[in-house]
Antibody
Framework: EVQLVESEGALVQPGGSLRLSCAASGFTFGSYWMSWVRQAPGKGLEWVANIKQDGSEKYYVDSVKGRFTISRDNAKKSLYLQMNSLRAEDTAVYYC??????????????WGQGTLVTVSS | EIVLTQSPVTLSLSPGERATLSCRASQSVSSYLAWYQQKPGQAPRLLIFDASNRATGIPARFSGSGSGTDFTLTISSLEPEDFAVYYCQQRSNWPPITFGQGTRLEIK
């Protein structure tokens, strides 16, 4: 059974940092792109970042570029999101999600339960 | 950036009725479109990929259609558990990968 389990979120002050982790099990972690997607309270879904199987390619939404870093450790079957210079608008539930690709496109076929990050003084 | 616009924002229907949800892209995304269902307090669940392919375990009452800029998610006969928020997502021209703003399907 595929499982993705995010680390516990936190209350962080503006300008602070937090590192999220996502532990994967039930599949060959190193064979998949992985994503972070967030959802602000009462709002829709927003893609944050993704990373290729070997970590050689990483992409970010403009609003987090230079502040967030996605990484992975295939030996530990873990995905990470280092979040620096946090702002109030980063307050959201953060989901870790697996990417699966058909012959034509890719999509998120499994999601973690999400973890709440609150940025507030 | 490709903008996805979903309509209606809210759809009020009764169990047993047919639901038709729309997703329009600001430019062609070919068939690189997925649909997700999200219930309160839960993570999103993949329903449809490549515009018209049902994900594993998704009931046949869910179907997707469309290509280019106009897409539709149809639920042929609503069950009580189908009332939720639905999102479309494009993976054609990225980054960024973008989602629509969602359609809330509520019980009438």
């Amino acid at each position: 059974e595929v499982q993705l389990v995010e680390s516990e979120g936190a209350l962080v002050q503006p300008g602070g940092s937090l590192r999220l982790s996502c532990a994967a099990s039930g599949f060959t972690f190193g064979s998949y792109w992985m994503s972070w997607v967030r959802q602000a309270p009462g709002k829709g879904l927003e893609w944050v970042a993704n990373i290729k199987q070997d970590g050689s390619e990483k992409y970010y939404v403009d609003s987090v570029k230079g502040r967030f870093t996605i990484s992975r450790d295939n030996a530990k079957k873990s995905l990470y999101l280092q979040m620096n210079s946090l702002r109030a608008e980063d307050t959201a539930v953060y989901y870790c999600a697996r990417e699966r690709c058909s012959s034509t496109s890719c999509f998120n076929d499994f999601w973690g339960q999400g973890t709440l990050v609150t940025v507030s003084s | 950036e490709i903008v996805l616009t979903q309509s209606p924002v809210t759809l009020s229907l009764s169990p047993g009725e047919r639901a038709t949800l729309s997703c329009r892209a600001s430019q062609s995304v070919s068939s690189y479109l997925a649909w997700y269902q999200q219930k309160p307090g839960q993570a999103p669940r993949l329903l449809i990929f490549d515009a018209s392919n049902r994900a594993t375990g998704i009931p046949a009452r869910f179907s997707g259609s469309g290509s280019g800029t106009d897409f539709t998610l149809t639920i042929s006969s609503l069950e009580p558990e189908d009332f939720a928020v639905y999102y479309c997502q494009q993976r054609s021209n990225w980054p960024p990968i973008t989602f629509g703003q969602g359609t809330r399907l509520e019980i009438k």
